[in-house]
């Protein structure tokens, strides 16, 4: 008996693509040990989270400055998040 393959469409595929990628963890993404943990105090454990989370907001966090929000940037466009007007949307 010959098995039948249901072709997955391709935005089905971009689709589970991208909650992969809003799962991964902060750590997974590449992002620093002491950015992570300044994160994490504030309930911000994965991308999901991340991208839910303002520019303001990331600033508030203690020990969190530019520098960091800019690592928070790079790793996120590494991963296939861009930042017009350097906010965090996805692409």
């Keep these: 008996m010959a ?7 391709e935005t089905e595929e971009n689709r589970k693509k991208l909650i992969e990628k809003l799962d991964l963890s902060t750590a997974e993404i590449g ?17 999901r989270d991340l991208l839910n989370t303002s520019r303001a907001e990331l600033l508030s966090i203690s020990n969190f400055g530019e520098k960091t ?7 996120l466009e590494a991963i296939g998040f861009s930042r017009p007007n350097r906010e965090i949307k996805p692409r």
């Design 69 to 75: 929000l800019e690592e928070v940037f790079k790793s």
């Design 31 to 47: 992002l620093t040990v002491r950015t992570t943990n300044c994160l994490e105090e504030k309930g911000i454990f994965n991308v």
């Design 3 to 9: 098995k039948t393959r249901i072709r997955v469409s």
